[in-house]
């Protein structure tokens, strides 16, 4: 059956598609994964991650509201700041026990400094472990 939002003043109609009916049935090789993925096999496991952190504001999207024909009135326009961020970027190792060894990374992230800070600090911590890259 369709659905509306309660959002006031919008609907959005949609009907539940078959696909979504199959929700609960559990994707291929899920089963075999999970069986040979034991707690302690995982705390061998060391991840890596980066973040951004913005020292003012925010990085992300914004989103203006406005009538249909609004779109450059002045009232409708977003501040910016043109001198460049105020951000620090950290990347950090983990694993089952606890965090490894915390980096702070100057500048933006390229791939010459990703492969630095892999080698230099990555690489050395989790000679004992399994490294598990993530996200790149």
Known sequence: TPYTS???GW??????S????????EPRGASRFSSCS????WRKVVRSDQSKFMMFGT???????????????PRHRLASVKSGSAAVTVHNTFYGKGVGPFHLIEGSMGLKI???????VVWPYCLKWIYFKTGQ
């Open 38 to 41: 034991q707690e302690q096999q």
């Open 11 to 16: 609907s959005v109609w949609s009907s539940p």
């Open 59 to 73: 990085d992300g999207v914004k989103f203006v509201r406005r009538r249909f024909g609004a779109r450059y009135h």
């Open 18 to 25: 078959e696909e979504s009916a199959d929700y609960r049935q």
């Open 114 to 120: 990703y492969i630095s800070i892999t080698e230099t």
């Open 6 to 8: 309660s959002v006031k």
